[in-house]
């Protein structure tokens, strides 16, 4: 298994001179810090950050994982920065988006699911912003976006696509639009016959950080580096 964390991207909504995946917990480790302390505790070795928005500030940080540059960073998505990074590998592929802070057990019971291609998620109820989605009567997903009517949740921005689904993945990342999310590749392959499996989190605390009071929230509830 090898890992992607998604850290291209602006964060124009949270408006940091700097990586938002930079921004520092009230106990003083970064949201990508703590990302790739937690994936190595777990055993993940074989790391990868793609990068866009002031690399050098990411790299300089954190010298011992893979880089991936997304040139195109300030006009382009996440389906973007995600196809940079996979498409020469032929593996089951983590991957986190840059600014999802979590407790380890999050990402410990995600990892122990075995066979089918995941997807983290939250019951929970959503804004307009949020990814969301919508099962079927197997429990499978099978919408997944910020357009999703009648949502059960919102994906939280933590995924798992296996060896067997990503040429098909892959080939949907590249068939979606500079400024798609890679929900939309997912859901290409969705409507082609793959099948998705959520993992509920509502247990556990995860926090994407897209705007300032998501990071209030997150500096109130990640206090120590043990959660």
């Known amino acids: 298994m090898k890992a992607i964390i998604l850290a291209a991207g602006i964060g124009s909504r ?38 866009g928005f002031k690399m050098t500030l990411i790299m ?15 006009i382009t998505n996440t389906s973007k920065s995600l196809l940079k990074a996979v498409e020469s590998l032929d593996d089951d592929i983590l991957w986190l988006n840059g600014d999802v802070v979590f407790e380890k ?20 109820s959503c804004g307009e912003e949020e990814v969301k989605y919508r099962l079927d009567a197997d429990g499978y997903i099978t919408e997944i976006s910020k357009e999703v009517v ?53 247990d556990h605390a995860c926090i994407e950080v897209d705007f300032e009071e998501d990071w209030v929230s997150a500096q109130k509830t990640f206090l120590r580096a043990d959660q």
Not at 68 to 73: F, I
Request: with cysteine.
């Open 150 to 202: 009648e949502a059960e949740g919102e994906a939280v921005g933590i995924n798992m696509i296996r060896r067997k689904d990503l040429p098909a993945f892959t080939e949907a990342l590249r068939r979606c639009e500079d400024q798609d999310y890679f929900e939309k590749g997912l859901e290409f392959i969705i409507q082609e016959g793959a099948k998705i499996r959520p993992v509920d989190i509502i």
């Open 105 to 124: 057990n999050v990402l410990k019971n995600f990892l122990a699911q075995k066979e089918d291609s995941l997807v983290c998620v939250d019951r929970k």
């Open 14 to 51: 949270l408006s940091r001179p700097f990586p938002k995946s930079l921004s520092v917990l009230p106990y003083g480790e970064t949201i990508l810090g703590r990302q790739i302390r937690i994936m190595r505790e777990l055993g993940v070795r074989e790391i990868i950050v793609v990068v």
């Open 60 to 74: 300089e940080q954190f010298p011992e994982v893979y880089y991936k540059y997304n040139p195109d960073y300030y």
